[in-house]
C-alpha cells in the first residue's frame, strides 16, 4: 500500500474576504520530509499554513493532511498533526511544566512526566519549570510555544517561523532538533525568513509570492532571502 504524503496542495489559493493574498501553491510534502515557506512579509507564508491546519478554508485548490481533506476536528488530526503559530497562546495561570504536562496528557502522550522532563531540557526551560509564563522572557516565552508542540504526538510537524526571538545556540538547537524529527521520520513544515534554517533543514522550499508561487531548491530559497529577492 502508497503511504500518502502528510501534505499535498494542489492549486491552492488562500486569502480573506474572497480576495486571494498571493498566487495559488501546489506542493507535496513527504513523511522524512521537510518543506519552507519562504516569501516577503505579508507574502502569505501564515495563511497556507492555517489552511494545512484546518483553521482556514482555501478558495479554491485541494489541500490534503494524510491523505485525506484536512479536518482540524477530527481525533486523528489532532494525534497527527502538531501546529506552532506565531501567537502567544499559552495558558497564562500555569506554569511552564504544568502547561507541557497539560499539552501532552490532553493529547494522551504515555510517560508526559518523561516526555516533559526532556523537552523542558532541551528547550532551555528546566530551571523555569515552576515559572508562570508572565515572568519569562519573549524568547523564553517563544521556547515554552515551542515546547508545547514538541511535546506532542505528531507526525508532521507545522511551524511558523520558529526561529523568531530565538537566541544563536536555542535557533542551531532547533535545527538540529528538526533534522532529528525528518531522521525519524516525522515531515516538517515550516514558514520562515532564516536563510540558514531552510538551508539546514529543508529538502524543498516553496516562495510564496503575488504572481507566481514557485517550488524552488532550498539552497535557491536561501539566496532569495539573502539577497532580498522575495
Ligand atoms: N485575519 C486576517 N484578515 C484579513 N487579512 C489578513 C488576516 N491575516 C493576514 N491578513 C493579510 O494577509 C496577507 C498575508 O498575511 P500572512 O500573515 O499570511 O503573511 P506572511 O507571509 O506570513 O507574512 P510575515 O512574513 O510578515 O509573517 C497580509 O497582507 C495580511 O495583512
Not at 486569502?15 to 522524512?32: D, K, Q
Not at 501567537?87 to 508526559?112: I, N, Q, S, W
Amino acid at each position: 500500500m502508497v503511504t500518502p504524503p502528510p501534505v499535498l496542495l494542489r492549486d491552492v489559493s488562500v486569502g480573506y474576504g474572497g480576495e486571494p493574498v498571493c498566487a495559488p501553491v501546489s506542493f507535496e510534502l513527504a513523511a522524512g520530509g521537510a518543506v519552507a515557506l519562504v516569501g516577503a512579509n505579508g507574502s502569505g507564508k501564515s495563511t497556507v499554513l492555517r489552511a494545512v491546519l484546518g483553521l482556514l478554508v482555501p478558495a479554491a485548490g485541494t489541500v490534503e493532511v494524510l491523505g485525506r481533506p484536512v479536518d482540524e476536528r477530527s481525533a486523528r488530526h489532532r494525534r497527527e498533526v502538531a501546529g506552532v503559530l506565531d501567537d502567544d497562546a499559552y495558558f497564562p495561570a500555569l506554569t511552564v511544566a504544568e502547561h507541557l504536562y497539560l499539552t501532552a496528557r490532553g493529547h494522551g502522550v504515555l510517560g508526559a512526566h518523561d516526555v516533559v522532563a526532556e523537552v523542558l531540557d532541551e528547550f532551555g526551560l528546566a530551571e523555569h519549570a515552576r515559572a508562570l509564563p508572565v515572568t519569562l522572557s519573549s524568547g523564553q516565552r517563544r521556547r515554552l510555544l515551542l515546547a508545547a508542540g514538541f511535546v506532542r504526538p505528531r507526525s508532521l510537524l507545522v511551524l511558523d517561523e520558529p526561529e523568531q526571538r530565538l537566541d544563536r545556540r536555542m535557533r542551531d538547537r532547533l535545527a538540529a532538533r528538526l533534522r532529528d524529527e525528518r531522521a525519524a521520520g516525522g515531515a516538517v513544515l515550516l514558514a520562515t525568513h532564516d536563510p540558514e534554517l531552510v538551508a539546514e533543514v529543508c529538502d524543498a522550499a516553496v516562495h510564496v509570492g503575488e504572481t507566481v508561487s514557485e517550488v524552488v531548491d532550498p539552497d535557491e530559497a536561501a539566496r532569495r532571502i539573502g539577497r532580498a529577492v522575495l
